[in-house]
């Protein structure tokens, strides 16, 4: 009763960047659709559209921010947040030491 309509959540996985680029080229040549190609490799037909999105985004063809864009992204708000982190610890060390002055 307890698995009826309930699938469980397939685990993240992660694909390399070679792996990715000959799927979109084999969406590309339109030979089969999206949703054949990604039941062929066992993944899942969202994970094989953004991939495609995101080749076209690279390659110039849609609008977007590419993939060194979105690493250059994601790694300044990494540094921002520890940024933040060590300014918070800063504050507080600064509230402690007046107290102590006083």
Do not use: H, Y
Request: proline share 3%.
């Amino acid at each position: 009763m307890e698995s009826m309509g309930k699938k469980k959540p397939r685990p993240r996985r992660s694909f390399a960047p070679e792996f990715k680029a000959e799927i979109v080229e084999l969406c590309r040549r339109g030979d089969r659709s999206v949703g054949q190609i990604a039941k062929d490799f066992d993944l899942t037909e969202t994970a094989v559209r953004l991939w495609v999105s995101q080749a076209e985004v690279d390659a110039g063809e849609k609008d977007g921010l590419t993939s060194s864009e979105r690493e250059e992204l994601a790694a300044l708000r990494r540094e921002n947040r520890r940024l933040r982190e060590d300014v918070d610890i800063l504050k507080r060390a600064t509230a402690f030491f007046a107290k102590e002055t006083r």
